[in-house]
């Protein structure tokens, strides 16, 4: 029924299986749909979130989600800054992941904020000392670069292609992409950067607080550089997912292994500063402020040493070390699993940013806050997942995301 | 920001509150949330969505009896001046909802202009700030008791102790009328100053050398919370009880008794 709109070279499964799992994925997003305007139409009260955790799993999502999507930008300054040509053949599917995070995100801060219609206060009266000021700006100008660099990929779906202007749109967008990419690269630096400068700078909370360079904490620093190490894995687990439910290779393993032993070199760099960062704030920051580290990771029925032993040496020495070493890399086992470590570890550093900021108590006198999400935050949190696979899915059929897909997958 | 006529030197209102004095009552809390005109919910029970300006903290020195001693802390907003005005709070607000003026000392709070992101929250380590989950409503006739002068807060926006702000404006005008140049230190006390039974807190311009605040707070035994993290705060604190006094900071072990230089 569809298939004039199907790529050429390509096979696509059924349109009533197709429709049998949007449906699926709708149903779910419809959910979250129902929840967020349960949180639009009655406020934030539908939440668990309180007085000591103004930021909660929103928050949380929102920086996770970024960092992962952090793929986006660095495999595009990868492709068309560093001149790494094999990259191509990923570069679509970085870009559409990257455009699902980040509108996912502008979702989610649209959805946390008290007063949704004054949304755009925080671009009209901007205070410049804010790192949340610098967040919505970059964000937002990086999400229209995201746009721009999705578009191209829309036009060249089969019948859009036809059309002679649409084509040379497409064609004239691609020539420039460079300059996109660029400006790509330089938005994430800042936005990333000022996402850990978000719990970097906040002098009242020792578990956050940290030194740095000139009005930039190194939070700063640690966030975009775990963004370009790690947002690439979640693009390559992404796309071993999408081989996984299409039954397909759809991208060769030597475009995969390249990306691989980059994101590792990366992580392995950006682990290696985050352990001297952990040292120096556990040894010198906090001490210099009256609190052992035993203090943030003590006394309270969650928080262990054992998530600072997941997020650094599982969620990054392991992946990294797998990644670097070629037999890791060539490894397809390891290799995944080395993904899927990597998101995780990344996933649990914000979670570490945003709550445990919130749980610790700094005056002596108060205890530890713990918290759990509501039903509707939870159903919030999954729309994003859920608009993501609609989106996926859409784009999968339809566009020519996978320029290797044809070789890789001959039709008889 | 406008000037104050007549006002050569910047005032830094200040609180000091005597913790032996402290009797935990409460009345503070009350005549604080009468004053301010602060919601409250028909279901009290989750502390932690309740809305108290000034709110009141309990906490012992840890042993058994007879030796088992109780200090009852008032915390309000600590209006913290940081360094040059960059309070923990201002600082993070990304659409200058708040603000630290450095006429008084007092740190606002722009309703109107407050979108409920909740950074400044975060950023408190003295929980000071609240959000106002649940739209404001009072019980039928209640409305009557409202204070005009100060404008209650809708759903989704943060909120916080003022010093009793507009106080101050009335104060101001009230002297400006009366063609005086300053104002007594009378005409501008908190609602919590007035209504404590025990005088535990008192209020005035920490600048001003006929205040008694600006005395008070020169004490051996008065101390500020969480002095070693930069906020700066202006609310003293007063106990002649020295584990009270550690409490109001962090120390690791070997670094009390407080060492001075």
Known sequence: MDSALIPNGVRRCSINKFMIALAIAGAVLLWGVYAMFLCWFKGLNQTNMNDYYGFALWIWADLAIIALGGGAFFTGFLRYIMGKDELKNIINYAVLIGFICYSSALLILAIDIGQPLRGWFIFWHANVHSMLTEVAFCLTCYFMVLTIEYIPLILENKQIDKVPFFHHLSHNMHSVMAVFAATGAFLSFFHQGSLGGVAGVLFGRPFAFREGLFIWPWTFFLFTWSAAAYGPCFTLMVTKITEMVTKKKLVKDNVVELLAKISGWMMATYIIAKIIDTYYWANVTAPSLGFNIMHFYSNNSFYGLWILFLEIILGGVVPAAILITEKGRKNSLARNTAFVLAVIGVCVNRWVMVLQVMAVPVMSFDTWALYYPSWQEVATTILPVAYGIILIMISYRYLPIFPQEPELNPVD | ?261
Request: glycine residues 6%; charged residues 25%; hydrophobic residues 30%.
């Open chain 2, 1 to 261: 920001m406008k000037q104050e006529q007549g006002h050569s030197k910047a005032k830094k209102f200040g609180m000091v509150i005597d913790l032996d004095l402290c009797t935990g009552c409460g009345s503070c809390m009350v005549a604080c949330m009468a004053e301010n005109n602060v919601p409250f919910k028909e279901d009290e029970t989750d502390k932690l969505k309740s809305i108290t300006w000034m709110r009141i903290f309990k906490f012992s020195n840890g042993k058994t009896y007879p030796e088992t001693d109780v200090c009852y802390l008032p915390r309000p907003c600590q209006h913290c001046e940081g360094h040059g005005g960059h309070s923990p709070c201002v600082s993070v607000c990304p659409a200058t909802a708040t603000d630290y003026d450095a006429h008084t000392g007092i740190v606002s709070q722009i309703y109107t202009r407050c979108f409920g992101c909740r950074y400044c929250m975060g950023s408190c380590p003295y929980k000071a700030r609240y959000f106002n989950w649940f739209d404001p409503v009072w019980p039928d006739g209640m409305e009557q008791y409202l204070s005009p002068d100060v404008s209650p807060r809708m759903r989704g926006v943060v909120e916080k102790c003022s010093f009793c702000y507009h106080r101050y404006q009335i104060a101001k005008d009230k002297a400006h009328y009366e063609g005086q140049t300053e104002i007594e230190e009378d005409a501008y006390q908190t609602a919590c100053a007035q209504a404590c039974p025990v005088k535990a807190i008192t209020f005035g311009d920490l600048n001003n050398h006929s205040h008694a605040v600006s005395k008070l707070k020169n004490q051996p035994n008065a101390f500020r919370l969480l002095e070693r993290l930069g906020t700066n705060t202006k609310v003293y604190y007063v106990s002649g009880r020295e584990w009270v006094r550690r409490a109001g900071d962090n120390y690791l072990k070997a670094e009390w008794p407080k060492k001075t230089s």
